[in-house]
């Protein structure tokens, strides 16, 4: 009769540590958003802080998105986000996906942007902008995948 091979403390304790690693690696690589409109689509990776992860609870969402000033689009949302992924950055780039912190919409930049200490930056997208330079007002469906 063979006795069952148990396997160590240190064996519980690591395999443990290692499932509590697996979730975020995994979260970190799912964090991406597509954004859908008329025949257009743009897809962002996200950031992980707590803006973000309320935005991500109102997902997914059929709303509208327009033109606004000449360097984004904007889309107005069912109600203000958490405000704790606020941090200062200098880095602005067309494509940064942000929330505004002064009307609480989101605002999809396809052009050159000045960081006013009024917007927490969601993520960034990948790829090209050429979708957001597509003018008008539509229904946008915004989802996670």
């Known amino acids: 009769m063979t006795r069952p ?20 690696a995994a979260r970190a690589q ?34 509208e998105i327009r033109d606004f000033s000449t360097n984004e689009k904007i889309v107005h949302l069912p109600r203000r986000l958490d405000e704790g992924g606020f941090e200062p950055f200098h880095d602005e780039t067309p494509g940064d996906l942000c929330y505004f912190l002064g009307w609480g919409n989101l605002a999809l930049f396809h052009d050159d942007y000045t960081f006013r200490d009024d917007l927490i930056r969601l993520g960034r997208i990948e790829g090209d902008v050429a979708p957001l330079l597509h003018k008008g007002t539509y229904p946008v469906r915004i989802e996670m995948i």
């Open 5 to 24: 091979i148990l396997p160590t403390r240190r064996a519980v304790l690591a395999g443990g540590a290692s499932a509590l690693l697996v979730p975020a």
């Open 30 to 63: 799912s964090m991406r958003m597509r954004v859908g409109f008329d025949d257009q689509q743009v897809i962002y990776q996200l950031f992980d802080n707590p803006t973000v992860r309320d935005l991500i609870s109102m997902l997914p969402s059929d709303l």
